[in-house]
């Protein structure tokens, strides 16, 4: 009982000086921290409702925030080339099909080494390194664009573009590390 007498005092303490990791007071600080951060980055919208609704962005730091934007890039890339592979089955028309096949052959790569090697790399703090490649990604989804822009309208547009503009946030806010 003596010890326990003893222990509250610096327990309370304790809380006192640990304050501003309790979720309220850290959830204030991380919005802030996404605000200002999506600030300088091209798509600032994107970037705040991004972060906003992905878990572990509380009491993030800007590094945390850069990881989970690429974790959702390449979320959105596969789920993309899943997209694509159910559009080529799906079609009969050949004039469809050769684009999509097109996008498929740009978007295999980033799915299974351009991104996962870019994350390697941001995990081992080489930022350089890691803007290259989701540089590089969002390039391919602006390729894959413009295969469709002469007689047909993309049924990859929307997708597209949100690829593009989530690389361009990455790229952002990995720059912010350097
Ligand atoms: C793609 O990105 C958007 C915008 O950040 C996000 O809302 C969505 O959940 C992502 N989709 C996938 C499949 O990760
Ligand atoms: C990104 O995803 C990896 C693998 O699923 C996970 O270990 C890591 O914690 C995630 N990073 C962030 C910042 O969410
Ligand atoms: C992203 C991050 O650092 N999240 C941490 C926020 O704080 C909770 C509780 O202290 C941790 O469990 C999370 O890992």
Same mark, same amino acid.
Request: aromatic share 8%; proline share 6%.
């Given at each position: 009982m003596k010890s326990f007498f003893f222990l509250t005092p610096i327990l309370l303490l304790n809380l006192i000086i640990l304050s501003p990791r309790t979720p309220a007071l850290s959830l204030e600080k991380s919005v802030g921290l996404i605000e200002k951060t999506c &600030? &300088? %980055? *091209?798509y600032h919208d994107l970037c705040v409702s991004s972060l906003r609704s992905s *878990?572990?962005?509380?009491?993030? %730091?800007v590094h945390d925030l850069a990881g989970t934007i690429l974790n959702l890039t390449l979320a959105n890339t596969t789920n993309m080339l899943s997209y694509i592979e159910a559009l080529i089955d799906q079609t009969e028309d050949p004039q469809l099909e050769r684009p999509l096949d097109y996008c498929a052959e740009l978007y295999i790569p980033v799915v299974e080494y351009t991104l996962p090697q870019a994350i390697v790399a941001f995990d081992k703090a080489r930022y350089r390194f890691a803007g290259y490649g989701v540089s590089d990604a969002g390039d391919q989804a602006d390729k894959c664009e413009k295969e469709f822009s002469k007689s047909m309208a993309s049924p990859l547009g929307d997708r597209n573009k949100l690829v593009s503009e989530l690389c361009d946030v990455a790229v952002a806010i990995i720059k912010m590390l350097q």
């Amino acid at each position: 009982m003596k010890s326990f007498f003893f222990l509250t005092p610096i327990l309370l303490l304790n809380l006192i000086i640990l304050s501003p990791r309790t979720p309220a007071l850290s959830l204030e600080k991380s919005v802030g921290l996404i605000e200002k951060t999506c &600030k &300088k %980055t *091209p798509y600032h919208d994107l970037c705040v409702s991004s972060l906003r609704s992905s *878990p572990g962005s509380s009491n993030a %730091t800007v590094h945390d925030l850069a990881g989970t934007i690429l974790n959702l890039t390449l979320a959105n890339t596969t789920n993309m080339l899943s997209y694509i592979e159910a559009l080529i089955d799906q079609t009969e028309d050949p004039q469809l099909e050769r684009p999509l096949d097109y996008c498929a052959e740009l978007y295999i790569p980033v799915v299974e080494y351009t991104l996962p090697q870019a994350i390697v790399a941001f995990d081992k703090a080489r930022y350089r390194f890691a803007g290259y490649g989701v540089s590089d990604a969002g390039d391919q989804a602006d390729k894959c664009e413009k295969e469709f822009s002469k007689s047909m309208a993309s049924p990859l547009g929307d997708r597209n573009k949100l690829v593009s503009e989530l690389c361009d946030v990455a790229v952002a806010i990995i720059k912010m590390l350097q």
